[in-house]
């Protein structure tokens, strides 16, 4: 069965930077669309990035454009999330996750595999 087990989340001030990684297992992910997504107290789950994990095609949300970049690693069969210049705004429970190729890749509800999350907080 697929697992999705996020790391590296926590406590940074605007401007700063984090890296979050993705570690997954369970089968060959190489028909896979891999996303990140994150879900602010009170808000609803919404798409920030995603990879194509055979082509390594990237696909970003406009609010991180240019400052997140989402990266897989082979060796590791890991998605990693950089996070530069973060903004208080990006502040959310931030989820890996995993679906096959068809469909939209920014749709949270088109994902079948999730990560339980990890938490991002960036202090103003």
């Known amino acids: 069965q697929v697992q999705l087990v996020e790391s590296g989340g926590g406590l940074v001030q605007a401007g700063g930077s984090l890296r979050l990684s993705c570690a997954a297992s369970g089968r060959t992910f190489s028909s896979y669309y891999m996303g990140w997504f994150r879900q602010a107290p009170g808000k609803e789950r919404e798409f920030v990035a995603a990879i194509r994990w055979s082509s390594s095609s990237t696909y970003y949300a406009s609010s991180v454009k240019g400052r997140f970049t989402i990266s897989r690693d082979n060796a590791k069969t890991a998605v990693d999330l950089q996070m530069n210049s973060l903004k208080p705004e990006d502040t959310a429970v931030y989820y890996c996750?995993?679906?096959?190729?068809?469909?939209?890749?920014?749709?949270?509800?088109?994902?079948?595999?999730w990560g339980q999350g990890t938490q991002v907080t960036v202090s103003s």
């Open positions: 996750a995993a679906k096959m190729y068809g469909g939209s890749f920014f749709t949270a509800t088109e994902y079948v595999h």
